[in-house]
């Protein structure tokens, strides 16, 4: 198995550029995060890239949701998409 290092601060940087590209009124799959983090072994670091988003969840600087509903990381099952909160959330 190949492994990548990335810090969780480059992982962190990462997510928060792809929400914020998307703006508040888009999301983004957290699988395409951990794709462009990890191109080809991306699925050995989806709760890698999961714990990070909710720590920045956590912080309020971005929201995660499934099948358009909010949801609180450590609830879901399943695919997740993240967006960046808008300033008057």
Do not use: C
């Amino acid at each position: 198995m190949k492994v990548m290092k990335k810090s969780k601060q480059e992982s962190k940087s990462r997510i928060l550029n792809f929400t914020k590209q998307r703006r508040s009124e888009k999301s983004v799959p957290s699988s395409e995060v951990t794709r462009d983090l990890f191109s080809d072994i991306w699925r050995d670091h989806l709760d890698n890239v999961k714990a990070i988003t909710g720590k920045i969840q956590n912080k309020k600087l971005i929201k995660t949701s499934q099948k358009r509903a909010d949801i609180r990381i450590d609830e879901a099952k399943g695919p997740i998409r993240l967006s960046i909160f808008k300033q008057d959330e």
